[in-house]
Structures are given as C-alpha cells and as structure tokens.
C-alpha cells in the first residue's frame, strides 16, 4: 500500500468529491444534499464558540476529506485496518509490524491497562495529566501513583520523583508529552534516562497525541525505539495537527510483542472504519496541512499570550493547541459567564489545576469573540 500522492488522486477524483454512490440509489445529489438536515451540534447551541476540547478549528485536510468520502462509496464494506500498518511505518521509518492501528490513540491507551496489569501491578504518572488509561487502571482496581508535576518549571514532570516511586510492583510508566493540560515537553534525553532506569518487565508508555506541533528536528519516543528499546511504547492520533478528532484514529508503536498483548483486547480490524481508512491515506499524503497546523497553533499561542498579559493574567503553555490561565478563585464565576455567552472552555479542577482554565485555540475570529467577552466579564 504504497500510494504516491499522484496515484491517490487518480483513485479518487473522480467520483469522491461527488457522492458517488447516490446514483447507484436514483437519487439527483444535489436535490439529496438539501434534503435533509443533520444535526451535528453535540447538544452545543447553534452560535456556540467551542474553545474546550483541543480540536483542530482549521478541519482535516483536502485530501482526508477527499478520502473520507472515497471510504464512504465504500460504506457496505469493512476496513481492514491493520493494512494502514505499511503506511504508518513508512512515515515513521519503523517496520510494519511495530504498529498497531486503534480507534484513536486512546483505545490503546485504555487497553495497555488491561493487557499489563491484569496480574496486578501499579501504575506511575504525573498527576496534572491526561491519563484515559489511568481511569481503566483505577477501575481495575491497581495503584496508581500520581506525582505532582514541577510548578516552577513550567509544569513539566518530576522525573526524578516518578522513578523514586516505581518499585517492585511497578508494571506501567506513563509520561504525556507534550502534556496535556500544561503543554510541557519532556526532552529526548529525559525520555531516555527513563528508558534506561526502568526495569525491562515496566512498560513505559509515551503519549505523543500532540507531537506533530513539537519543532523539527525535535526527537521523541519513537527515536527510543529506534534505538532498540523494547519495553517503550508511543501512542500517536490523527485527531489533533490531522483535525480528524470525529473520525477516530490512532495508533501504537512498539516492539511487536507488546502489541500482541494489547491486541488480545482489541485494536482489531473493527477499530478501523473504511471511512478512516481512506481518511489516514489521505492525510499521509498532505504534510503541508500538518505543517499549517503547527503555524496556525504558533500564530494563537503568541495572540493569546499578548492578551493576557495585557489583562495581568498569568498564562501556561507550550507547543500544543492550548493554553492555561491562571485565575484563582475567579476560574467558576468567568468559566460560568462565559458558559451563558455560549462560549465554552474546560476547567482545570479536571487535572488537578482548581485554579486554571484551559482553552483550546479556535479560528481567528473565534479567538477575538472570546477575548472580548473575557474583558466584559473581568
């Protein structure tokens, strides 16, 4: 499955743009696209400024939609979704079987839980983090260790106290990187004096969901598997830089067999749909939408900082598409006012930061909507 931009678009252009498969149906597609209205709102008010969940405002590539609804024609069809695998590895120079596709990265994020402590164990993480398997691991009863992360450094994670705290029982190691909510990424050389400390039988998990925003040239965990490290691995999504946060992918990276156990509880064919498989082709072979991405997130990051501080508001942030405000006990009464001005953010209470509010960059005009009704209500 090695497809040249040129060739995905011979395969394509003709019929996805159109909705093809109407006409098999009898059906004008012009008169069909006005026919009915759908309602994809998610309960939000029809004007709502939807800044709090770390979406991509710019929309997924040309060429992923134009895929989408290739995959579409197809919807009668399963996907088989382990044949994305070669693509994926191409991309990251790895070999085939080192990758496991899921239902976002978050299906392998939940599953690593399952498939590593279902003899017992315990986790160790960072406590102001995003942590979907740390939910599973608590469900399941094991010990989860959280460590504060280092306030005066930016919010980044105490490693030293992280591995202070792994011991006999240890099975998982987590680091998110860059992390959500503080935007903090943890250098390649720390990544790696991790690897190097932790026992071989601890899986060190590293989500990388925002590292497409990280500068070139900047090394990640897929770099410490390269390097042969067989108990690391790295979670990746094409819902954030890729925008297709709806249609649901993601993938793993690791020695092949730490995804054999993974894959014992799922990560199958069924993660995949034929909707996502044409959008993931798609979006490999756009790199300049991810690189338009990262432009757009730096452009915010520099407006948003500009604003607070000209409001005295003391901010948090990195690479990712979102920034922390530091706000005290004024965090409720703003993130209500803004709720009723149909304008929506996240609480920090959600990770451990009572005091802050999260918001996630929004278009241009978005972000000017919600600055404007931050000044009203302060």
Not at 224 to 231: M, V
Not at 305 to 325: C, D, R, Y
Not at 334 to 350: D, E, P, Y
Request: proline content about 5%.
């Amino acid at each position: 499955m090695d497809f040249s931009r040129r060739q995905f678009f011979k395969k394509t252009s003709q019929s996805a743009m159109a909705i093809p498969f109407l006409g098999t149906l009898a059906v004008d597609p012009c008169e069909a696209a006005t026919s009915a209205e759908f309602d994809l709102s998610m309960g939000n008010p029809e004007d709502a400024v939807r800044l709090n969940f770390n979406e991509n405002a710019l929309g997924p590539s040309p060429l992923a939609i134009e895929g989408a609804m290739a995959g579409l024609k197809e919807g009668c069809r399963y996907a088989l979704g382990g044949m994305l695998r070669p693509l994926i590895a191409k991309h990251h120079g790895v070999d085939a079987d080192w990758v496991l596709m899921g239902t976002g990265s978050t299906e392998l994020q939940r599953l690593a839980p399952i498939s590593h402590l279902r003899d017992g164990g315990n986790v160790v993480s960072g406590f102001e983090t995003w942590g979907g398997g740390l939910v599973v691991a608590d469900n399941m009863g094991a010990e989860v260790k959280r460590i504060p992360l280092l306030k005066d450094n930016g919010y980044s994670f105490d490693i030293p106290a992280m591995l202070n705290a792994v011991d006999n029982d240890t099975k998982i190691f987590l680091i998110v990187t860059p992390n959500n909510p503080t935007g903090a990424a943890a250098p390649f050389e720390q990544l790696k004096a991790v690897a190097d400390a932790l026992p071989d039988d601890v899986l060190f998990v590293i989500d990388e969901a925002y590292a497409d925003y990280l500068p070139d040239g900047w090394k990640t965990g897929v770099d410490l598997i390269k390097e042969g490290y067989q108990n690391v691995l790295v979670t990746r999504t094409f819902s954030k830089a890729h925008a297709m946060a709806g249609l649901r992918s993601g993938y793993g990276i690791a020695h092949p067999d730490i995804l054999k156990e993974i894959s014992k509880f799922g990560c199958g064919p069924a993660s995949t749909s034929i909707v996502v498989f044409g959008a993931v082709q798609g979006a490999l072979n756009d790199k300049e939408h991810a690189i338009k991405s990262r432009q757009h997130v730096e452009n915010c990051r520099k407006y948003y900082e500009e604003q607070a501080n000209s409001l005295g508001i003391k901010t948090v942030s990195g690479v990712p598409p979102f920034i922390l405000f530091e706000l005290g006990d004024r965090c409720a009464p703003i993130f209500n006012a803004l709720r009723k001005r149909n304008i929506l953010i996240s609480q920090g209470k959600s990770w451990n930061l009572p005091n802050h509010l999260r918001i996630s960059y929004g278009l241009t005009g978005e972000n000017e909507i919600f600055f404007n009704a931050l000044k009203e209500t302060l």
